[in-house]
C-alpha cells in the first residue's frame, strides 16, 4: 500500500509541478515557456516517439495521470518527434475543469496496416474527443492517417480519423491532416465548434476521405482552410444548423455538400447553413445539395455566395435523385429543398451544363435564388447550358447560364 501511495504522489507531483517533463523538454530543445506549469507531457509518461514504438499506452497513462482538480491543463505532443498511435479515445470524464487544451507540435501516425489496428469492436475512428466542454486543440503538428492501405479495400464502413463526439464550445486551429483511412475530421453530436487555419490533404483518388464532416451538430463555423481530398472537402450531414462555411481553398475534391440525405427513407434535416468566399479548383462538383428518393425532412435556409469555380465539372448542383449505385428505385416521397440563395458566384466549368438543378416531381425544390451567376465552359466559344427540373424560383441581374425555370425578378 505505501508504494502505491508513493507511486501515485510521483504522478501528482509530474503532472503539476512538471519537473521531469522540463527536463526531458531541454534535451530536446523544445522550449516550454509557453505552455506554463499544468503542462502534461507525453514523453514524461513513456511515449517514445520513434515513429516505430506504440506509443498508446504513453499518451493514455498522461492522459490518466492529472489530478481532477488542476486548473486548465495542457496536454502536449512535443516537436520534433513522430508518435505512433493505436486506436485510442479520450474522455472528457477523467477532467473535472474546463479549457483543456491539446497542444499538439508532433507528428503522430496510425499504424500502416488495417489488419494491426487493435479494436475491441469496429473501429469507426482513430482518434476521438468525447464529451468536453471547454476544448482547445492547437499547434503545428501533423496528425497522418497513413490511409494508402485502407483505400485499397472494398469496405464502405465510415472510418473516422480525427473525431470530436458529445462536445460543446471547441476550438482547432492550425493543424495538419494527411491521408486518413476515411473522413479526415468529424464534428458529431456537438455545438458551438470553431475551426479555423487547417490544411487538409489527401491524393485526389482516395475514397470517402472527406476532409471535414458535420453530424447531428450546431452552431459550427470553419474558416481560412485549405482542403485537397478525394471526396466532400466539407459535407454537412443529418442533424446540422447553423452552419458558417468561409475562406476555403478546395481542390481536388467533391466540393462543399449537404447531405446526401434521406437514405433508406431516412428523416433528415439540414437547415441555416452559410457558405462564402470559397475557391473550388479541379473539383467535381461546387456546391451541391444531394438527397435519395423515398426520403423524408428537409434541408432549407442556405445560401451560398462569392464562390469562385476553377473548372469545377459542376459549380452548382441540387441533385434529388442521388445514387451513386447502379441500381436505384425510383421512389415518389423526397426530401424538401426550400429557400436555397446563390449569390455572386463566378469562374469556369470543366463541362457544358454548369448549373444543374434535378429536383423531384412530387416535391418540387422551392424559392430558389439565383443573382449575379457567371459560369463559363472553359472550352474557349464552348457553350454552357443549364439543367433544370422541377425547380422553383426567381433569378436577377445577370444569370449565365440563363436557368429558365426561374423567373426573372429585378428587385431581391
Request: with cysteine; proline share 4%.
Amino acid at each position: 500500500m505505501a508504494t502505491l501511495k508513493i507511486f501515485f504522489f510521483v504522478l501528482l507531483i509530474q503532472c503539476t509541478i512538471f519537473t521531469g517533463s522540463s527536463r526531458q523538454l531541454k534535451k530536446s530543445n523544445i522550449n516550454i515557456d509557453s505552455y506554463g506549469d499544468n503542462t502534461v507531457n507525453v514523453i514524461s509518461f513513456g511515449a517514445i516517439g520513434d515513429g516505430k514504438k506504440d506509443d498508446s499506452k504513453g499518451f493514455k497513462r498522461a492522459w490518466d495521470a492529472c489530478d481532477s482538480s488542476t486548473p486548465s491543463p495542457t496536454f502536449l505532443v512535443p516537436q520534433g518527434k513522430t508518435f505512433l498511435l493505436q486506436p485510442l479515445t479520450f474522455n472528457r470524464k477523467h477532467y473535472n475543469s474546463n479549457n483543456i487544451t491539446f497542444q499538439i507540435d508532433g507528428r503522430i501516425i496510425a499504424p500502416t496496416k488495417p489488419s494491426t489496428w487493435e479494436c475491441n469492436t469496429n473501429c469507426h475512428h482513430w482518434i476521438g474527443l468525447m464529451n468536453f466542454d471547454g476544448l482547445h486543440i492547437q499547434g503545428s503538428g501533423t496528425i497522418n492517417g497513413q490511409g494508402d492501405n485502407w483505400w485499397k479495400l472494398s469496405c464502405k464502413d465510415n472510418q473516422k480519423g480525427f473525431m470530436i463526439g458529445h462536445s460543446k464550445t471547441v476550438d482547432i486551429k492550425g493543424l495538419t491532416f494527411e491521408d486518413s483511412p476515411k473522413m479526415h475530421i468529424a464534428f458529431e453530436d456537438s455545438t458551438s465548434i470553431h475551426a479555423t487555419q487547417l490544411t487538409i490533404k489527401a491524393p485526389g483518388n482516395s475514397p470517402n476521405t472527406d476532409g471535414i464532416h458535420i453530424q447531428r451538430s450546431t452552431n459550427v463555423s470553419i474558416h481560412n482552410t485549405t482542403i485537397q481530398t478525394g471526396d466532400d472537402c466539407i459535407s454537412i450531414g443529418d442533424g446540422s444548423k447553423y452552419i458558417n462555411i468561409t475562406n476555403i481553398e478546395c481542390g481536388p475534391g467533391h466540393g462543399i455538400s449537404i447531405g446526401s440525405l434521406g437514405i433508406m427513407g431516412k428523416t433528415e434535416e439540414v437547415e441555416f447553413v452559410h457558405v462564402r468566399n470559397v475557391s473550388f479548383h479541379g473539383t467535381t462538383n461546387g456546391v451541391r445539395i444531394k438527397t435519395w428518393q423515398g426520403g423524408h425532412g428537409h434541408a432549407r435556409n442556405i445560401r451560398f455566395e462569392d464562390i469562385t469555380s476553377h473548372a469545377s465539372t459542376r459549380p452548382i448542383v441540387i441533385d434529388q435523385y442521388y445514387c451513386p449505385h447502379k441500381q436505384c428505385k425510383n421512389q415518389t416521397s423526397a426530401l424538401e429543398i426550400s429557400n436555397i440563395a446563390y449569390e455572386n458566384i463566378n469562374g469556369t466549368s470543366h463541362k457544358e451544363t454548369a448549373v444543374q438543378l434535378s429536383c423531384s416531381e412530387f416535391n418540387p425544390c422551392r424559392n430558389i435564388t439565383m443573382k449575379n451567376i457567371n459560369l463559363r465552359n472553359k472550352k474557349q466559344n464552348g457553350k454552357t447550358p443549364s439543367y433544370c427540373l422541377n425547380a422553383h424560383g426567381l433569378r436577377n441581374g445577370k444569370v449565365h447560364p440563363n436557368v429558365p425555370c426561374l423567373d426573372k425578378y429585378d428587385n431581391f
